[in-house]
């Protein structure tokens, strides 16, 4: 398989521009499902399989799931500053130097802990939202761009299955 499509299973992301209510309730939706997706691929993964990278120099299975707990407990801290907040600039992060960090190499349970219990949270606080909260916005300083909530809840839909099918292309599930 070549390296784009191993990269990005799903397809790259794309400049969403549709924010209509029945997108913006199917991209809560995949962040619901999230949770539960991720156990059924994890039910019976060995720890080999855990130690396997998705491609060449790319990060292992157990890095995926320790990002995707940390990466998604950003997204919603920063959604609750946009709600909080007049566009405040958020705090980004260096995803490849916290990859590298000693609670990367341990064991996945409390990471699936932390994603259950931040979806869970997330998606209440998300579907509770009114067009005025989803139009809310905070600042990135690196890419210089502000993004609203509602663009946000599509990033983490797409960002959600594209780290599924990581995982997927060493278990077997793609």
């Known amino acids: 398989?070549?390296?784009?499509?191993?990269?990005?299973?799903?397809?790259?992301?794309?400049?969403?521009?549709?924010?209509?209510?029945?997108?913006?309730?199917?991209?809560?939706?995949?962040?619901?499902?999230?949770?539960?997706?991720?156990?059924?691929?994890?039910?019976?993964?060995?720890?080999?399989?855990?130690?396997?990278?998705?491609?060449?120099?790319?990060?292992?299975?157990?890095?995926?799931?320790?990002?995707?707990?940390?990466?998604?407990?950003?997204?919603?801290?920063?959604?609750?500053?946009?709600?909080?907040?007049?566009?405040?600039?958020?705090?980004?992060y260096d995803e490849a130097a916290w990859a590298m960090l000693l609670d990367y190499k341990l064991p996945i349970e409390q990471a699936m802990q932390i994603i259950a219990g931040i979806h869970y949270k997330w998606v209440a606080l998300l579907k509770s939202l009114s067009d005025t909260d989803l139009d809310r916005t905070y600042f990135h300083p690196e890419s210089k761009k502000t993004f609203a909530i509602k663009m946000v809840i599509g990033n983490y839909a797409w960002h959600s299955n594209h780290h599924l099918a990581h995982i997927k292309l060493v278990t077997g599930g793609l």
């Open 1 to 92: 398989m070549e390296l784009e499509k191993l990269q990005y299973p799903i397809g790259q992301f794309t400049t969403l521009t549709d924010f209509n209510s029945s997108n913006i309730k199917l991209w809560i939706a995949e962040i619901e499902a999230l949770p539960q997706k991720l156990g059924r691929q994890l039910n019976d993964i060995t720890e080999g399989e855990l130690n396997t990278p998705y491609r060449p120099d790319g990060w292992t299975v157990r890095q995926v799931v320790h990002h995707i707990a940390d990466s998604h407990s950003n997204a919603f801290i920063r959604t609750k500053l946009a709600l909080t907040e007049v566009n405040p600039t958020i705090k980004p």
